[in-house]
T-cell receptor, first 112, second 110 residues
Framework: DGGITQSPKYLFRKEGQNVTLSCEQN?????MYWYRQDPGQGLRLIYY???????QKGDIAEGYSVSREKKESFPLTVTSAQKNPTAFYLC???????????FGNGTRLTVT | QKEVEQDPGPLSVPEGAIVSLNCTYS??????FMWYRQYSRKGPELLMY????GNKEDGRFTAQVDKSSKYISLFIRDSQPSDSATYLC??????????FGAGTRLTVKP
């Protein structure tokens, strides 16, 4: 079955540590996205990539970094510079243009 | 003012009721409108996708877009307990500029 796989489902880290969230898709989609979801707020865009080896900052990119070395993979690193990293992180992909987004099942990150 | 406003609820209805979920928005350039359903601890799944104004029906779900009022709705007929979830509206102008509502939490009681 085609889809988006995010791992791990739950992640716990100590403050000051960098952590990388995995996102893999087998939908052959060109565009991939990272969103952050917090209670009472809409999804907020962190980074997106429309093609391999290229990515753009979203609305809340500070404290995050990404890479897009392969079409299928778009890992997100939450750095120690992110002031409030505890959240539910969602990866999505689309075939580009105005196609709707398809989401993975998220990674819940807790930083203490 | 948020770009997309959505009443967070919670909304509780009896099984079989008609549910109406709504969002308003401020950016008149939005032309693609979506509704997603999100179960607890899962990612959102696409329910409806519409372009510009008008209605779209899919089974028990109907999406309406009124661009003149900057208002979109999702209607669920004959609601079921399995419809209990958070519903997110989303909209975009170009595709990579999608904006989401905060979500409405719906509970359908048997």
């Amino acid at each position: 079955d085609g889809g988006i796989t995010q791992s791990p489902k739950y992640l716990f880290r100590k403050e000051g540590q960098n952590v990388t969230l995995s996102c893999e898709q087998n939908l052959n989609h060109d565009a991939m996205y990272w969103y952050r979801q917090d209670p009472g707020q809409g999804l907020r865009l962190i980074y997106y990539s429309q093609i391999v080896n290229d990515f753009q900052k979203g609305d809340i990119a500070e404290g995050y970094s990404v890479s897009r070395e392969k079409k299928e993979s778009f890992p997100l690193t939450v750095t120690s510079a992110q002031k409030n990293p505890t959240a539910f992180y969602l990866c999505a992909s689309s075939s580009g243009g105005n196609s709707p987004l398809h989401f993975g099942n998220g990674t819940r990150l807790t930083v203490t | 003012q948020k770009e997309v406003e959505q009443d967070p609820g919670p909304l509780s209805v009896p099984e079989g009721a008609i549910v109406s979920l709504n969002c308003t928005y401020s950016n008149s350039a939005f032309q693609y409108f979506m509704w997603y359903r999100q179960y607890s601890r899962k990612g959102p799944e696409l329910l409806m996708y519409t372009y510009s104004s008008g209605n779209k029906e899919d089974g028990r779900f109907t999406a309406q877009v009124d661009k003149s009022s900057k208002y979109i709705s999702l209607f669920i007929r004959d609601s079921q307990p399995s419809d209990s979830a958070t519903y997110l509206c989303a909209m975009s102008e170009r595709g990579n500029d999608m904006r989401f509502g905060a979500g409405t939490r719906l509970t359908v009681k048997p």
